[in-house]
T-cell receptor, first 113, second 113 residues
Framework: GQQLNQSPQSMFIQEGEDVSMNCTSS?????WLWYKQDPGEGPVLLIALYKAGELTSNGRLTAQFGITRKDSFLNISASIPSDVGIYFC?????????????FGQGTRLTINP | GAGVSQSPRYKVAKRGQDVALRCDPI?????LFWYQQALGQGPEFLTY????????KSGLPSDRFFAERPEGSVSTLKIQRTQQEDSAVYLCASSPFLNQPQHFGDGTRLSIL
């Protein structure tokens, strides 16, 4: 099925470091979302972006909706142990019949002690 | 509870058996979605309901997969004559209305022996 290109696939960092991940698509989306998934749990919404060029923060997290509407990035500043997990980007079209989310393959974040 | 509830959390079935997975969306949420998540991958869209109407079933992999939401609240995903490739986590999500962020349940992990 269709998926977004998300990179990197995995990251190994030290506590306190900043993190950056991004997502690209060949298709235009009207909404970009970022989710975090812990083992055995469902994805939890972190940030939603609705407008091209929009830059939104949620605590230590910052995400941007690319101008072309084909990409987005997520930054995490001053990482802490609870940031460990898998981060997914997702794109959505604003169409009554096409409400589905298209997901990236995830970025697995590991924090070295 | 306040979130999306899915049951059972784990299901083991023998190849060829039929299974039924249940989703209780957040109260009042109009839109309901089913996704399939293979190990190490992002979720992939299966089907979408707006109230009781199934508006998009383009992601259902075969006619063995069937979903319903008869009263516009609880939904059931049924898989007939299960096969090993059906093994995955099945996630349900709901949103208040069109174009609103989707909130996920913790999924049902289905294993076909």
């Amino acid at each position: 099925g269709q998926q977004l290109n998300q990179s990197p696939q995995s990251m190994f960092i030290q506590e306190g470091e900043d993190v950056s991940m991004n997502c690209t698509s060949s298709s235009i989306f009207n909404t970009w979302l970022w989710y975090k998934q812990d083992p055995g749990e469902g994805p939890v919404l972190l940030i939603a972006l609705y407008k091209a060029g929009e830059l939104t923060s949620n605590g230590r997290l910052t995400a941007q909706f690319g101008i072309t509407r084909k990409d987005s990035f997520l930054n995490i500043s001053a990482s802490i142990p609870s940031d460990v997990g898998i981060y997914f980007c997702a794109g959505q079209l604003k169409d009554q019949g096409a409400q589905k989310l298209v997901f990236g393959q995830g970025t697995r974040l590991t924090i070295n002690p | 509870g306040a979130g999306v509830s899915q049951s059972p959390r784990y299901k083991v079935a023998k190849r060829g058996q039929d299974v039924a997975l249940r989703c209780d969306p957040i109260s009042g949420h109009v839109s309901l979605f089913w996704y399939q998540q293979a190990l190490g991958q992002g979720p992939e869209f299966l089907t979408y309901f707006q109230n009781e109407a199934q508006l998009d079933k383009s992601g259902l992999p075969s006619d063995r997969f069937f979903a319903e939401r008869p009263e516009g609240s609880v939904s059931t995903l049924k898989i007939q004559r299960t096969q090993q490739e059906d093994s995955a986590v099945y996630l349900c999500a709901s949103s208040p209305f069109l174009n609103q962020p989707q909130h996920f349940g913790d999924g049902t992990r289905l294993s076909i022996l």
